[in-house]
């Protein structure tokens, strides 16, 4: 990557300054690498020569010369231009020649241009949603953003392991059972549906305020659950297996596969071994008769083994944790779930490392923002849940509505149209997502979440369908030594510089987690492309060198969205 070269070729610089200068030792392994906002700073600059400047106590200006001068010594042809500005930094502007050589590259590589070599493991641990409960919105941004980041690194290189960790164990089942033996009759317990489900778990809650026993009931039932009682174990099957037909509908509708479905009832029989160990390691310690942590800093304690011998969601993941490092001995475990866990997996983490299975850097937990009403957080005790299957269908009503009339699509046949109708709904709700940083909470607003213009996936799609459109209507051969001479204007030669930096946006999106970088990326080139297209024909171009540039850039505009909006989990439709 261009920005590796330029670090490489400072930092030889600075060694080789280091001798013919007389500085003294200088200990630099990397050189920061900045990206301008305004152009005429050129495309990257660095800052060191303010830190060897404060170092040497010599002026940085005139190290930046030095530093410059020696860069020059090597003939390159990735730079236009290096020059010195106050109060001390190297600007670089790449050259024509590198940025058709780029524009190269993507018309070879295709959908692998950007992709990385890491041979690394990864496991992602996301969607998660909980048996029993409809797929609410709330559990829409671990599903997207947890694909998203599995996207990234597998196209990063990494071996990815997706694992939905669902949440099918807990006191939870023992009031689902409670309020499925209480107020469903035994001949239609097969008939429930999720919805069915959520209502009685409502149930339950109100009336807990004039019957508070039938909670000391639901703790009963839920620990003849983990003993193995075949009523409890039949009960909470029904629940399973109707939450899951309703869970796989959904990821249809998405468009998600998970590798891997080992929810928390799967770590039943490995848990206990984990609690003596604690024990014998003198990790935990006995209280009151249940088993606790009790960290050597500020963290609160935590349980991993309740007074009346009933496990937790805190033993379940420590269980979770032991078996991926065994069965996949991943070099990273990534969590994507809701910010307010964020304490549970700094005691998990440490914990963890106590315990000395591997260290805490090797865990890393990605905390989204939540969906919030107006007022406050969404409850399904209470009621008030937005089903993720309503928002989704809604989209797509809206996306069928908005493409109604267009010209692309007329004559296609209404199944067609259909198709394309799921590909732009299901799409703006995961761009409206995705575009946002992932700690950020999201007020809920369903204007806001199925705006298809603008900032937004229908957008990004039709820039996509418009390049398809362009390239339809020619069948010239795109030889780029035929422009080798070409003289770039404004608009071609910014096109050009945003190619140039997708792997460099991708690989910044893997190191931090964070998929809304794609989608500023391919906004901000999205806007450029129509500008261009705006302001200069393409097939009609006053030359034919002009044509086949353009054609290219078309042709490189439309790889790179395709290969982003795939990184998202958003399709692109051909024609729009």
């Known amino acids: 990557m261009i920005k590796d070269k330029i670090s490489q070729i400072t930092l030889e610089?600075?060694?080789?300054?280091?001798?013919?200068?007389?500085?003294?030792?200088?200990?630099i392994s990397e050189?920061?690498?900045e990206s301008p906002k305004d152009k005429k700073h050129g495309d990257y600059a660095v800052s060191i020569a303010l830190e060897i400047g404060k170092m040497l106590k010599k002026n940085p200006l005139k190290i930046?010369?030095?530093i410059k001068n020696k860069i020059l010594e090597e003939p390159s042809i990735l730079f236009n231009k290096i020059e010195v500005v106050s109060p001390g930094f190297i600007n670089f502007f790449l050259a024509k020649d590198y940025l058709i050589s780029e524009l190269s590259k993507v018309l070879k590589e295709k959908d692998k241009y950007g992709a990385g070599n890491t041979k690394k493991t990864i496991v992602i641990d996301y969607s998660a949603p909980n048996i029993a409960k409809p797929f609410g919105i709330g559990h829409l941004r671990s599903t997207i953003i947890g694909q998203s980041i599995y996207n990234l690194y597998k196209f990063f290189g990494f071996k990815c392991i997706g694992d939905n960790h669902l949440g099918d164990w807990g006191t939870q089942f023992g009031k689902m059972i409670v309020a499925i033996k209480k107020w469903v009759k035994q001949d239609n317990f097969n008939d429930l549906t999720v919805n069915d489900l959520e209502k009685l778990y409502i149930r339950f809650h109100q009336e807990i305020e004039n019957h508070p026993e039938i909670e000391e009931e639901a703790r009963l039932w839920f620990k003849k659950l983990e003993n193995g009682d075949k009523e409890a174990k039949d009960i909470w099957q029904i629940c399973v297996n109707v939450s899951l037909k309703e869970f796989n509908k959904i990821y249809d509708l998405l468009g998600i596969k998970i590798d891997y479905a080992f929810g928390e009832s799967f770590y039943e029989g490995k848990m206990m071994s984990i609690v003596q160990e604690a024990i014998d390691k003198k990790i935990a310690i006995k209280s009151q008769g249940a088993v606790i942590i009790d960290y050597p800093d500020k963290l609160p304690t935590v349980i991993i083994l309740k007074s009346d011998g009933a496990t937790n969601y805190?033993?379940?993941d420590l269980a979770a944790i032991k078996y991926r490092l065994k069965k996949w001995k991943p070099d990273l475990i990534v969590y994507e779930t809701g910010a307010e866990q964020t304490l549970h997996f700094k005691q998990l983490f440490e914990a963890v490392e106590l315990l000395k299975w591997t260290s805490k850097d090797k865990l890393v937990h990605i905390s989204h923002g939540l969906y919030r009403s107006r007022t406050g957080k969404f409850s399904t005790r209470k009621g008030q849940t937005i089903h993720l299957e309503e928002i989704l269908i809604e989209a797509i009503k809206r996306?069928?509505?908005m493409i109604e009339n267009s010209e692309a699509i007329k004559n296609l046949s209404n199944q067609e149209k259909e198709e394309i109708?799921?590909?732009v709904g299901i799409g703006a709700v995961k761009y409206n997502d995705l575009s946002q940083h992932h700690s950020r909470d999201i007020i809920f607003d369903w204007d806001k979440i199925l705006n298809l213009k603008g900032n937004s996936g229908p957008y990004l799609q039709y820039t996509h369908a418009r390049c398809i459109s362009i390239l339809r209507k020619t069948k010239t051969k795109l030889d780029l030594k035929k422009i080798k001479n070409i003289k770039l204007n404004s608009e071609e030669e910014d096109i050009l510089r945003d190619i140039s930096r997708f792997p460099e946006i991708v690989r910044e999106a893997v190191q931090k987690f964070s998929p809304n970088l794609i989608c500023s990326f391919i906004f901000d080139l999205s806007q450029r492309y129509n500008l261009f297209y705006q302001f200069h024909p393409v097939i009609k171009a006053e030359t034919e060198e002009s044509k086949i540039l353009r054609l290219a850039i078309t042709t490189a505009v439309a790889q790179i969205l395709k290969n982003s909006l795939a990184l998202l989990g958003i399709d692109t439709p051909n024609k729009m």
């Open 13 to 27: 610089a600075i060694q080789s300054c280091q001798k013919q200068e007389n500085w003294s030792a200088l200990n």
């Open 31 to 33: 050189i920061k690498i």
């Open 64 to 66: 930046s010369e030095i």
């Open 314 to 316: 805190f033993t379940r």
């Open 399 to 401: 996306a069928k509505q």
């Open 421 to 423: 109708a799921k590909i």
